[in-house]
């Protein structure tokens, strides 16, 4: 079962994360470098995309026909802070959408906006949110009733066109999925 193992590109240095577009003709490479590359699924050679765009590049990628989305998980004390930006299908210039967040992770996307979980600085840092920032940037936004006492930590978000889903752990460390109607 399973068939022939197809070599479709060696050399890719260390990849940290793969994700495969939605016309299922390229993957999408975030190497150990913060490095971006796109490969044809067919093999062929790889295109750099954008080059070292952050310091604690954690993964995984979302993507739509224009861009790759991802976090940096750089946490605010830095300076920085931590971010959540795109990175053009095509190659350019790369485009933070939010900065200064604290250890934002495992983003989601829908049409017009990225979900991400979100850390306060201060307080209780087990404490996560969940927040949305539109794909062209902006204002992040809290997503009403996801944490309201419900979410004592948030490991990932999915999204449809209808819900947001979150997935955590409630304040007994019992694991927890819900969703909450856009």
Same mark, same amino acid.
Request: net charge neutral; aromatic share 10%; hydrophobic share 35%.
């Given at each position: 079962?399973?068939?022939?193992?197809?070599?479709?590109?060696?050399?890719?240095?260390?990849?940290?994360? @793969?994700?495969? $577009?939605?016309?299922?003709?390229?993957?999408?490479? #975030?190497? =150990?470098?913060? +490095?971006?590359?796109?490969?044809? !699924?067919?093999?062929?050679?790889?295109?750099?995309?954008?080059?070292?765009?952050?310091?604690?590049?954690?993964?995984? @990628?979302?993507? $739509?026909?224009?861009?790759?989305?991802?976090?940096? #998980?750089? =946490?605010?004390? +830095?300076?920085?802070?931590?971010? !959540?930006?795109?990175?053009?299908?095509?190659?350019?210039?790369?485009?933070?959408?939010?900065?200064?967040?604290?250890?934002?992770?495992?983003?989601?996307?829908?049409?017009?906006?990225?979900?991400?979980?979100?850390?306060?600085?201060?307080?209780?840092?087990?404490?996560?949110?969940?927040?949305?920032?539109?794909?062209?940037?902006?204002?992040?936004?809290?997503?009403?009733?996801?944490?309201?006492?419900?979410?004592?930590?948030?490991?990932?978000?999915?999204?449809?066109?209808?819900?947001?889903?979150?997935?955590?752990?409630?304040?007994?460390?019992?694991?927890?999925?819900?969703?909450?109607?856009?």
């Amino acid at each position: 079962a399973g068939g022939q193992v197809i070599d479709i590109g060696r050399g890719q240095g260390s990849v940290n994360f @793969l994700a495969l $577009d939605a016309s299922q003709s390229n993957f999408y490479i #975030l190497g =150990d470098s913060g +490095s971006f590359f796109r490969l044809p !699924i067919g093999g062929g050679t790889r295109q750099a995309l954008a080059a070292k765009v952050g310091l604690n590049l954690t993964g995984p @990628l979302e993507i $739509d026909q224009n861009a790759i989305y991802s976090e940096d #998980l750089t =946490d605010a004390s +830095s300076g920085r802070g931590g971010s !959540i930006f795109a990175v053009p299908t095509n190659g350019g210039a790369v485009s933070y959408l939010v900065t200064k967040e604290n250890s934002p992770h495992n983003v989601a996307t829908d049409q017009n906006y990225v979900y991400y979980p979100h850390a306060p600085i201060t307080g209780d840092l087990n404490f996560h949110f969940v927040r949305k920032v539109a794909k062209g940037g902006g204002t992040p936004v809290l997503y009403p009733n996801c944490s309201a006492g419900t979410v004592a930590g948030v490991i990932g978000v999915a999204v449809d066109s209808t819900a947001v889903y979150v997935m955590g752990y409630d304040r007994n460390n019992a694991g927890i999925v819900f969703k909450q109607a856009k």
